[in-house]
């Protein structure tokens, strides 16, 4: 069964967040490192520790993003398990502050929303039945 183009653009745009996301986490790091040279006026332990967050971010992202491109399961159910937290947490902002909605949120749920119906429709590319011996 060949990858659904859905899965192809999902994984290539999560491998192109964890382009992103890396190098926004080792920029982080070289400006909290600067922050160690004399007359620096600034704390660089939240810059640092932030850095290796997204680092660390970046990594998972590119993992779970060769994942999908490659039909793991364990892939699907990390993007079903993140939509599904980032609709909910989206929902729940939306809750605590309806007067504060902006389009991007609805942008948000509704994109959210999509993926998650898309990831449970191509349910059976991740989850090949195995060949009998």
Do not use: C, E
């Not at 926004?24 to 790091?29: D, F, P, Q, S, Y």
């Not at 699907?76 to 929902?91: G, I, N, Q």
């Amino acid at each position: 069964m060949s990858r659904p183009l859905g899965i192809t653009v999902l994984g290539a745009l999560v491998l192109i967040a964890s382009l992103i996301v890396g190098l926004i986490g080792i920029a982080g790091i070289f400006v909290g490192l600067a922050g160690f040279l004399p007359g620096v006026g600034f704390n660089s332990t939240a810059l640092l520790l932030g850095g290796l967050l997204y680092i660390v971010l970046g990594t998972v992202l590119g993992i779970s993003g060769f994942g999908l491109l490659s039909l793991r399961p364990w892939a699907w159910w990390l993007a079903l398990l993140t939509t599904l937290f980032a609709v909910v947490y989206t929902m729940y902002q939306v809750l605590q502050k309806p007067d504060d909605l902006r389009p991007g949120t609805l942008i948000t749920l509704v994109v959210g929303a999509a993926i998650f119906a898309y990831l449970l429709t191509v349910y059976r590319s991740f989850h090949r039945p195995k060949p009998v011996a």
